[in-house]
């Protein structure tokens, strides 16, 4: 019974999950109600709060199923133990530009997250979260740089720091444009040259080149 019981609440939390990603995509985050969400997966807005303290934390758990299939990959780039880390993180942003491209839901959350999502007054813990989200993405591929840097796979005077940011913000806009115009490029097609082109930006770039860098400190 204790079993059933648990199965029961998980395929709860599932459908509310599915509903939510609809609701959102069809109408955007602002303008969707929990109410709204209660309907379509045709449960009571009681059994929301059971799973989810609020509208934030409905989306956040949308989000975090994007990540789940990359955190191995990410996890390797970042162990100091790994021999290829630059592979690692090569493998992880083709992968993430193909399953965007081909794959309905991890697009569907994307264009949510791009394009129908608004910071109102009711998101404000969900603006914190995603500053919290972005600036620790930014130390960890910092860190799988550095990795890199002291493997040989990239200069020794690499700012690992200032790399992060132009790898993040690269990564983000190249998502953010093919999910608004799609038609503008073939994202899965070319998925593996443009990830090569950031790769190059960060071997040879001056701009990021720092010479009191070296210690492979992800802080500098």
Not at 9 to 22: K, P, V
Request: hydrophobic share 40%; net charge negative; aromatic share 8%.
């Amino acid at each position: 019974m204790v079993r059933r019981t648990k199965e029961e609440a998980q395929e709860t939390r599932r459908q509310i999950l599915e509903a939510a990603e609809q609701a959102f995509f069809e109408r955007g985050v602002s303008r969707t109600t929990l109410a709204d969400i209660a309907a379509l997966a045709g449960v009571t807005r009681g059994a929301i709060y059971w799973h989810f303290s609020n509208k934030a934390d409905l989306v956040q758990a949308m989000l975090d199923s994007l990540h789940e299939p990359l955190e191995e990959m990410a996890r390797a780039s970042e162990s100091a133990d790994e021999l290829d880390p630059l592979g690692w993180t090569r493998k992880l942003l083709v992968h993430l530009f193909q399953q965007v491209a081909m794959d309905p839901k991890t697009r569907r959350i994307n264009e949510i997250l791009f394009h129908k999502f608004e910071f109102t007054d009711e998101m404000c813990d969900m603006r914190r979260q995603r500053q919290f989200v972005w600036l620790d993405a930014n130390e960890r591929i910092a860190l799988a740089l550095s990795n890199a840097s002291r493997q040989g796979q990239l200069p020794a005077t690499l700012n690992p720091h200032r790399g992060a940011i132009c790898l993040h913000a690269y990564i983000h806009g190249i998502l953010g444009q093919w999910l608004l115009v799609p038609d503008s490029f073939p994202l899965f097609q070319d998925a593996e040259r443009l990830v090569d082109t950031v790769l190059d930006m960060l071997r040879y770039s001056p701009a990021l080149r720092d010479p009191s860098t070296g210690s492979g400190d992800p802080r500098v």
